[in-house]
């Protein structure tokens, strides 16, 4: 027990020490939107660029929706503020819910009862957010289309899930 005790200690300390010698920032938030949720990021530079992880979790119709994406933040709008950026990205989804209709181009499937319904799927993101240069918050607006298969056999398109979203970066 010691032996696992020590082993992990070290891996925190090393693992705290590589993210410290890297230009690494964390935020933590909030996103509302039909498929908005909890989410983290952590975020590095990358040349011209910054480059970013985001987690989240969305709870929608009856289910659990994990999603991850991959933000890039490339051109600061200085010319309207320095703090403020657009970003865009890409990910996937996958998570489940509980329903008893479904709506396919249009027209609505009812079930017997509620039914479980697994989901997958892939997501874009295109947004706008401000980043606060005296206190470490960071607000936005966004947009994440998505289109998901959702079994038993149903595709979805939600081309607009337009959110807003507010951070604490650490």
């Not at 005296?134 to 607000?139: F, G, K, Q, R």
Request: charged share 10%.
């Amino acid at each position: 027990m010691n032996k696992i005790f020590t082993l992990i200690t070290l891996l925190l300390l090393v693992a705290g020490s590589h993210a410290e010698g890297q230009n690494y920032y964390r935020q933590a938030g909030l996103r509302s939107g039909q498929a908005g949720g909890v989410f983290i990021q952590l975020t590095e530079s990358t040349g011209t660029a910054e480059a970013g992880m985001l987690g989240m979790v969305s709870f929608r119709k009856n289910g659990l929706q994990a999603t991850g994406l991959r933000v890039f933040y490339e051109t600061s709008l200085s010319e309207v503020s320095p703090s403020l950026w657009f970003t865009w990205g890409y990910g996937g989804h996958a998570g489940f819910f509980y329903t008893d209709n479904l709506t396919l181009f249009g027209e609505r499937y009812y079930f017997s009862g509620n039914k479980f319904c697994p989901l997958i799927g892939i997501d874009g993101w295109a947004g706008l957010e401000y980043m606060f240069e005296t206190i470490p918050l960071t607000i936005g607006m966004n947009v994440k289309p998505m289109i998901e298969l959702t079994f038993p056999s149903f595709v979805s398109f939600l081309p607009v899930d337009i959110g807003v979203s507010i951070a604490y970066q650490f």
